[in-house]
């Protein structure tokens, strides 16, 4: 159980993050990791709970509280303080397809469920996790394992995002030919495009597909499945199909001026950023720039304060990054105790550069855009924000957002990123199989299952449950991977 005394010997340490200044002047990660020594330290602190919430993955209140693979996370953490790495290891990856992915992006869920949490400070899971995988890397541990046996049988995989290659990874190391068809020009789908490099530098996704290739995994590059290759294709030549695209439609603000020039979708901006980097470092020109730019984005969350973080990499005059709903408590309320999910607020590393660079938070809370304002060449130069104020619905009881009349102001602006989530899957895609959505416009299927209406063809991640997070797209694609196994095979040891 680590130390029976480290919680009260040692304390929380974390991967320290690089300076501000330093760390705007590029897209690199920005922590520096901890050593082997700090992480065995860390691994003492955990108390291998009689109820051990960091792993539990449970609905607790509102929120899911823990992690939702289920990792092993005690065992793990009194084999790292035990000096046993490669037996952490191997603890590690019976759970976790991507640690390398989930020790880098995962919100830590886990942390927030800690028991030395509820009266002090959780253990570091997420740096020990880090490290584990990357001390195998250097060790050789997490080369690649080609499976022995081969089934014939042969599923296609439409999507390569963290879903889609945790279903692939499963479904491979059981012996069934997997083959991925990506739309993009590089495989990772949210890994690659969706999250900045300074998040997830995209070597560490290329050096796990390399992996995976190795172990006999297809990729299909560039392959738009429902466009450019027909789904009646891939369903005779496959014997499942597993849909794995995302909930790819952004929500959109139809507001007056919308058609302005200068408003763009967070993902697209994100994208353009991420593909320039990798294909010409960021020539002039390649990419929505927000160089010397009035910024203005619209909505909170990862995505929104990855806008700002990039933004202020680009050169941006300012960045004002709006949130329709009142700011959360700075801790927890009454209401919202330990081990539930923590609604507070979240000072994310993108606000605490704007801080820094600006001098003041970029978020201005409980407001939105009433219209955009563009000049005569239709060039956006400016927005008319509004104030907002909570108010019960006198049918429904629900807190909704109201204007505040009389409290209308304009801001100076001339690059508008849209963060305000998304509605669900591309329907392109949905139709081409056949498949029924639900009123979400997410692929539906019975509770419990992700086997759709068509014969074959299974779906999985945020195209089957919504938009989520990285942690929960793997629990998904490991999820989908046992029941296509099991309606292949007729069992499944997955």
């Known amino acids: 159980m680590g130390k029976p005394t480290g919680f009260m010997e040692y304390k929380r ?50 929120a899911f509280s823990g992690c939702p693979l ?21 603890r590690l990856k019976v759970t976790n397809n991507f640690p390398e992915f989930t020790s880098r992006v995962c919100p830590a869920l886990c942390e927030k469920a800690c ?7 959780a253990v570091s899971v997420k740096a020990n996790e880090y490290g584990i995988i990357e001390n195998a890397y250097e060790e050789g541990l997490a080369d690649a394992r080609i499976p022995k046996v081969r089934t014939g049988k042969k599923i296609a995989i439409i999507g390569s995002g963290p879903s889609g290659l945790a279903a692939a990874d499963q479904l491979n190391q059981r012996g069934h030919s997997v083959t991925v068809f990506e739309r993009n020009d590089r495989v990772g789908g949210l890994l690659m495009y969706g999250i900045p490099n300074m998040k997830l530098e995209k070597d560490v996704i290329e050096r796990k597909i390399n992996i995976m290739e190795e172990e006999g995994v297809t990729f299909e590059t560039c392959s738009n499945v429902g466009k450019d290759i027909k789904a009646s294709e891939i369903l005779k030549d496959f ?19 919308r058609e302005a020039n200068g408003i763009h979708f967070a993902v697209d901006f994100l994208k353009s950023t991420t593909k320039s980097l990798l294909d010409c470092n960021l020539r002039e020109g390649t990419f929505i720039s927000a160089k010397g730019k009035n910024v203005m984005v619209i909505g909170g969350g990862d995505t929104g304060n990855d806008c700002v973080g990039t933004s202020i990499r680009h050169g941006a005059k300012s960045v004002l990054q709006l949130e329709m709903m009142p700011k959360l408590p700075d801790t927890r309320s009454a209401d919202n105790p330990w081990p539930q999910w923590p609604r507070v607020c979240k000072t994310d590393y993108g606000q605490e550069e704007a801080i820094e660079v600006y001098g003041h938070d970029p978020r201005v809370y409980q407001t939105t855009v009433k219209q955009f304002i563009a000049d005569k060449n239709g060039n956006l130069v400016g927005a008319e924000l509004v104030k907002l104020k909570p108010e019960k619905d006198a049918k429904t009881g629900r807190l909704m957002m ?17 963060a305000a989530g998304f509605l669900g899957s591309e329907n392109y895609v949905t139709k081409a199989f056949g498949v029924e ?4 416009t997410n692929v539906a299927t019975a509770e419990g299952s992700h086997k759709t209406n068509v014969e074959n063809v299974f779906v999985t991640g945020d195209m089957h449950r919504g938009q989520s997070l990285v942690v929960w797209a793997i629990r998904e694609g490991r999820d989908v991977a046992k029941e296509v196994d099991e309606s292949l095979m007729g069992y499944t040891n997955l």
């Open 437 to 440: 959505t639900n009123a979400r």
């Open 70 to 90: 289920n990792n092993l996370i005690p065992e793990w953490n009194d084999l790292i303080y035990k000096g046993n790495w490669e037996q952490a290891y191997n």
């Open 115 to 121: 028991t030395c949490g509820a009266n002090g400070d």
């Open 402 to 418: 109201k204007e505040v009349e009389g409290s209308e102001y304009k801001v100076d602006v001339e690059l508008v990123l849209i």
């Open 239 to 257: 014997d499942r199909v597993i849909l794995a695209c995302g909930a790819s439609n952004p929500r959109d603000i139809k507001v007056p001026g």
């Open 13 to 62: 340490e974390d991967a320290p993050a690089y300076s501000v200044k330093e760390r705007i002047k590029n897209f690199d990660e920005f922590h520096d990791p901890l050593s082997k020594e700090d992480q065995q330290k860390q691994g003492a602190r955990c108390m291998d709970c009689g109820v051990p919430f960091c792993q539990a993955g449970m609905q607790i209140g509102s």
